[in-house]
């Protein structure tokens, strides 16, 4: 049996090695992170020239659908809902997407990410040990060798972590974080383009959750959007929920954990993201089959008031 590497570890190698690239490639085109984003310069419109020509210029929202549809989504919203177990792959939606480095080839992501409702319409939300940066960007839907993307590309402005987060023990609890992107090159918002989830309150330990993410293409060759409906549980001696449910390798930390996720809008409530103790999962091979998230508390609701009023979190 293959080993399996923590979702955590993982991401911290890739960055590492995708820094460099950033340097060589891209070091007279993009401006080095540092300050939270100070630098205007590095925009949405740079960022989707790396994958070509504007992609959300026809990117048609979701209409309202006739009677028929409406019984057909009915059917859809009943067959998501049921637990499946595993993993599938299916063709994405509009709100999540994947987080890469401008300075690879953009095939190496190594983050899950979803648009959250806000008052700017700008917000993103992943988990905390991703470790945006600023030297990042967002691809909503994001489509394997496409050479244009659905919803575009879209350059990670700030980034909101809470400075007391650790990998394990209680500052795990507290492994989510938020980012704001750029407008794009017609001024416009991300959630105008792509539509949001709403940050909501986890409700107990107990929910039925449809979870979406993006695995590494290293462990998943397909490099395609998964999606799973899983019961969650507490997980013992943390403030998280767990779910088990096969698929979830290395690049789906920062999944979104929806509740009431409605087919016809694609979108639902987001009571967690992938992440927590160990970076979301436990050591060892059953990595991949069992996922945390910390739970939406008074904690996360604080640091998306600092996001949302481009306030410096402090605790």
Known sequence: MPVRFPRWSRARWGRATLAGLYVVVLAAAVPQAGGHGKDRSWTSEQARRFWGPD?????????????????????ARSEAQRITG?????????????LFYTGDD?????????VVHSPKGNLLVT???????EDAAFVPDYQAGAKEQPYGVW?????????????????????????????????????????????ARTPGYVNRVTVIGYPSADDDPADEAIRCTALTSKLENHNQLKMRC??????TSGSPWLVH?????????????LGGLNGGGPDGDRSS?????????????RLYVDAINGREPKR
Do not use: W
């Open 289 to 301: 089959q069992v996922s945390y998230s910390p739970l939406n508390d008074d904690e996360i609701f």
């Open 261 to 273: 996720f409605n087919e016809r809008t694609r979108t639902g409530d987001l009571v967690g993201v």
């Open 155 to 199: 350059a990670v402005d700030r980034t909101f972590t809470d400075p007391r987060r650790t990998d394990t023990g209680e500052g795990s609890d507290l492994d989510f974080a938020f980012a704001t992107v750029r407008p794009d090159a017609k001024g416009r918002q991300i959630e105008q383009v792509t539509g949001a989830n709403r940050l």
């Open 55 to 75: 992609p959300t210029a026809s990117a048609a929202r979701p209409s309202a659908g006739t009677a028929s549809d409406d019984a057909a989504d009915a059917d």
């Open 127 to 133: 988990a905390g040990h991703c470790s945006i940066g």
């Open 86 to 98: 595993s993993a599938r792959h299916f063709g994405g939606v509009p709100s999540v997407g994947v």
């Open 106 to 114: 953009m095939k190496s992501h190594h983050c899950t990410a979803s």
């Open 246 to 251: 096969d698929g979830f390798f290395s690049g």
